[in-house]
């Protein structure tokens, strides 16, 4: 396994639309390494989620996973993922991102959410989740359209560096 190179803001790789990885290419052992070493990656980062554009793969593949917060989710990978927005009201809540080191940002995001994609082993996986995992594998499946977390962010008052985010923010949630 390897630690991969990830791509920030700014590298055209991060705004294209991933294609669909079709089954006969999933099984491959090329694609079995990309999904470890995305894994080994994300571990490697302490990230929670890492999508292929990130690391210079324009396939629709990511994974994911929340140890903590009101709906915990395992680390999972995500192939092909189509998404239902449920919940009604959007809710704003801050981000990071890999690619975007150091920054944080309010989104707005669905509440909870309805994933129906393909595991690393071509099986159908069906989730209905809530909370900071629906925010997760929202912000995971924008990556795969070229979409990063600054383009849904209602006004850019809360983008801030980490470091003021720790000092600024952290103690108002606001």
């Not at 920030?8 to 990309?34: D, F, Y």
């Not at 092909?80 to 809540?93: K, M, R």
């Amino acid at each position: 396994m390897s630690i991969l190179k990830v791509a920030r803001m700014g590298n055209p790789v991060l705004r294209e639309k991933a294609r669909p990885v079709e089954p006969s290419e999933l099984c491959t052992p090329a694609t079995q390494k990309l999904i470890d070493d995305m894994i080994q990656t994300v571990v490697e980062y302490q990230g929670i989620g890492l999508a292929g554009p990130q690391v210079h793969e324009g396939r629709r593949i990511f994974v994911a996973g929340v140890e903590n917060g009101d709906d915990p989710m395992p680390l999972m990978v995500v192939v092909n993922p189509e998404l239902v927005l449920l919940g009604g009201t959007p809710i704003e809540d801050w981000e990071g991102c890999l690619s975007i080191p150091d920054l944080r940002g309010r989104v707005p995001r669905a509440p909870e959410v309805e994933l129906r994609a393909l595991d690393r082993h071509g099986e159908i996986l069906r989730l209905k989740t809530h909370g900071y995992a629906a925010r997760v594998i929202q912000h995971e499946t924008d990556h795969l359209d070229g979409v990063l977390f600054v383009d849904r962010m209602r006004s850019f008052d809360s983008l801030t560096h980490l470091d003021e985010f720790s000092r600024f923010w952290t103690a108002d949630e606001g």
